[in-house]
Nanobody, 120 residues
Framework: QVQLVESGGGLVQAGGSLRLSCAAS????????MSWYRQAPGKQRELVAA???????DYADSVKGRFTCSRDNAKNTVYLQMSSLKPEDTAVYYC??????????????WGKGTLVTVSS
């Protein structure tokens, strides 16, 4: 079983920066994809950023150039560095770990989320 705990959320001014962390524990395979999703009230959960075990990253168009996803495998921690924050970035941010990846399927684990509020 994999457990994920997000931290680092809070209130920040528009244009400011914030770093989210996701600490993972449990039976984690070295080959996995860690992702950040977010969900604002009344909206669908959306993918923000993803990073593979080899360090390859992918970002939603809305955050490209502003957010950076990284991972520290030694610490089993994934980060989301958010800069130039906008009010529309306000959401609960969730950490996701996709593991046991095979041709036939995979397993997803989710954190409980951390709230990011960007004031204007």
């Amino acid at each position: 079983q994999v457990q994920l705990v997000e931290s680092g959320g809070g209130l920040v001014q528009a244009g400011g920066s914030l770093r989210l962390s996701c600490a993972a524990s449990g039976s984690i395979f070295s080959i996995n994809v860690m992702s950040w999703y977010r969900q604002a009230p009344g909206k669908q959960r959306e993918l923000v950023a993803a990073i593979g075990s080899g360090g390859h990253t992918d970002y939603a168009d809305s955050v490209k150039g502003r957010f950076t996803c990284s991972r520290d495998n030694a610490k089993n921690t994934v980060y989301l560095q958010m800069s130039s924050l906008k009010p529309e970035d306000t959401a609960v941010y969730y950490c996701n770990c996709r593991t046991d990846i095979t041709t036939w399927g995979h397993k997803d684990y989710w954190g409980k989320g951390t709230l990011v509020t960007v004031s204007s």
